[in-house]
């Protein structure tokens, strides 16, 4: 019996909630997480870089931060869409509708998908562009009531909001790391060094 136990171990006295998901196996049944609490995990997962915020002046002082700290105060953001440009523009962006012109990409996204941790984009945030063509430095707004838990439901989603013009360009941006540190799960997708600014609106 006692070789058992050396070889096998004894039975661990830890509760499931004892359990940190970075105990966890990849392969292992998903604990029952909040949606808002699995997006995160495992977007942070993904290499993103996650500012929660609880109204629209710290979402603006947070995107200042950012700003700031990568020194792009001098810089212009790619901004496709106009309605963002209004509601950032205390912010003193330099904003360009050319990609080859600017530093970072100033966005919003159709939703937040809690299963892997990526954003659910369309042709409303990137018009006609593919990843690769949008600057890698990208800031993200989005809000906590587009959390959705799997691609599927955020499609759904996507098709009830936009009845009569449904959006094209569905895509995700999942890799949030930079170039060198790509591995072979990442090839051919695009990495980009994301910001996120997760507005509480629930």
């Not at 587009?146 to 569905?170: A, C, F, M, W, Y």
């Not at 895509?171 to 997708?189: A, Q, R, V």
Request: charged share 30%.
């Amino acid at each position: 019996m006692n070789l058992f136990k050396k070889i096998f171990g004894s039975k661990s006295k830890k509760t499931e909630k004892e359990i940190k998901s970075d105990d966890r196996g990849k392969y292992m049944p998903d604990l029952k997480l909040p949606i808002d609490e699995k997006f995160t995990i495992n977007f942070k997962a993904n290499g993103g870089k996650f500012l929660y915020c609880d109204d629209l002046n710290e979402v603006f002082s947070n995107f200042n931060y950012i700003v700031q700290e990568n020194s792009w105060e001098e810089k212009p953001a790619f901004i496709i869409d106009d309605n963002l440009e209004e509601k950032f523009k205390h912010c003193d962006i330099i904003a360009t509708k050319t990609v080859s012109k600017a530093t970072y990409f100033l966005t919003t996204c159709e939703n937040l998908i809690a299963t892997d941790g990526s954003l659910l984009i369309s042709s409303q945030q990137i018009a006609t562009k593919k990843l690769p063509e949008l600057p890698f430095n990208v800031i993200v707004f989005a809000t906590t009531s587009q959390i959705v838990d799997n691609i599927g439901e955020g499609l759904r989603g996507i098709k009830s909001k936009n009845k009569q013009h449904i959006p094209t360009n569905i895509t995700t941006i999942k890799h949030f790391k930079s170039g060198d540190e790509k591995d072979f799960l990442s090839y051919g997708s695009s990495a980009k060094n994301l910001y996120l600014l997760l507005l509480e609106d629930l």
